[in-house]
């Protein structure tokens, strides 16, 4: 009787601590946009979104690599285009979206940015938030902070972006994030944008 009454404690703490590890995973990993999600929600007017991909040469990956102070840990990256077409059948570019992980404390934070057409933040997102603890990345009052930066901005936490209490690892990984999205965005767009416009006016 003593060992079945030990066997079934014994248990039934297992039981419990088994599903207290899944109700803490499941606590500390919580989905708030899905790629389609965020994209509809970012460009709710425009006819369409598409995407192109940015596989930086030699020369323009070490570039990337002098300004963002890291390498570049992908070979190629994607950048989503949303774009309107009149009665006429032109296009025009409403703007531009970057969908990217940046590794926080212990596991990567999906986020997003919407750019303007010009490469100016213009609302910045967290998708998925994986840590048990720092989700008050999300609140406005921290993500705000990025609206209106552009390339030419620095974006060093703590003194252009004040961090959230609490959560400062993670602060700092999304403000990475966005840093590494308007420079890819300039490698990717502005730069070869001006190439052609140098090339006409030639």
Known sequence: MVFNFKFWFL???LCCL???GFAGAAQADATYFTRKQILKDFFPKSDKVSFEKFTPTKVERAR?????GYELSKSSYYIFVAASVDSAGAKTVDGYAFIGDQ???HKPITFAVKLSPEGVVEREEIM???ESHGSEIR??????QFRGKTVHDSLRPNKDIDSVSGATISSRAI???VRRALLIFDAAIT?????RVSQTTR
């Open 139 to 144: 609140s406005a009052r921290f993500s705000k």
């Open 18 to 20: 088994i599903l207290l």
């Open 11 to 13: 248990t039934a703490t």
């Open 175 to 177: 403000t990475m994030g």
């Open 191 to 195: 730069a070869p944008k001006a190439l």
């Open 103 to 105: 590794m926080g404390q």
């Open 64 to 68: 990337l690599h002098r300004r963002l």
């Open 128 to 130: 998925v938030y994986r």
